[in-house]
């Protein structure tokens, strides 16, 4: 969840990484401007052009240009786009001089461009010079073990700004988060959390009916058990406490547990910290 997240991985992680990696959401404009957004233009193109603009195209030579929102894309920048991602090469509006660029591009949809193509409103030709490798990013409700994770993160992330201090989240709390089928995927459980702060009085997060303000989606949720999301919630906070069980802020206060009853449930759950477990399976951590 969270594309431009992913994007930013995929830049970070490559040779590009030390060129500039440029966003473009194509949703957020109208149609009149994404051509000059991408392309740039020079002085007098048209009404209001008083000055010569750089393009995203030309801003990300070397590095990396994120589009998202690629279906939204109308089919005459369509064709455009096709052009610099065969030959790398375009011209600004009102320039005839061809600019050469060496970009990786990286587009995002929420779209089925498939059902798109057969509609005519997507150019097949753009789809397949565009899914060179498509990468899948499951919805929040696909990945609960990620919750508890991301919802500590949230808090720490958080607490310092609402001058709240977050020492443990109730085993009720997080199963009723981790159970959620959560339809605004990552950015409503940030919002989710940030309200359970300013509602939260002690240092123990409360969830007072917050997840019933949003309606349900129209798909079923999906079932995750109380030993899953328990296991889930338990490593999450280990995690964040590097292994350490006892002390103020660790993972015992956190999970509002004494020592040794986190100590009876990891044991239960199977639950042993990763370093212990290679050395069980004779190879090095």
Request: net charge positive.
């Amino acid at each position: 969840t969270g594309k431009e997240l992913l994007a930013r991985a995929i830049h970070d992680r490559s040779p590009r990484k030390e060129r500039a990696l440029v966003k473009l959401n194509l949703a957020a404009l109208p149609s009149s401007l994404i051509e000059s957004e991408l392309f740039g233009h020079v002085r007098g193109a048209f009404t209001g052009a008083v000055a010569d603009k750089v393009g995203r195209f030309q801003l990300a030579d070397g590095g990396t240009l994120f589009l998202d929102e690629i279906g939204e894309l109308n089919p005459d920048l369509q064709t455009k786009l096709l052009r610099v991602l065969q030959e790398g090469e375009f011209e600004r509006i009102g320039s005839s001089e061809t600019l050469h660029v060496d970009v990786r591009i990286v587009a995002a949809t929420n779209r089925d461009l498939r059902r798109a193509m057969e509609q005519n409103t997507f150019r097949p030709d753009l789809y397949y010079r565009l899914a060179v490798f498509p990468i899948e990013v499951p919805p929040l409700r696909l990945r609960p073990d990620d919750i508890p994770l991301l919802t500590w993160h949230f808090i720490a992330k958080k607490q310092g700004r609402l001058g709240k201090t977050i020492n443990s989240i109730p085993p009720p709390v997080m199963r009723a988060l981790v159970n959620y089928t959560w339809p605004g995927n990552v950015r409503e459980l940030e919002n989710v959390i940030e309200r359970a702060m300013i509602l939260t009085s002690g240092s123990t997060l409360s969830l007072p009916d917050l997840l019933r303000t949003v309606p349900q989606p129209p798909y079923a949720a999906l079932s995750t058990s109380r030993e899953e999301s328990d296991r889930a919630q338990i490593v999450a906070a280990l995690s964040a406490c590097h292994w350490r069980i006892k002390g103020t802020g660790n993972a015992a206060e956190r999970l509002g547990l004494k020592p040794s009853t986190l100590r009876y449930r990891m044991k239960v759950l199977g639950i042993q910290r990763p370093c212990e477990l290679s050395k069980h399976k004779g190879v090095r951590p």
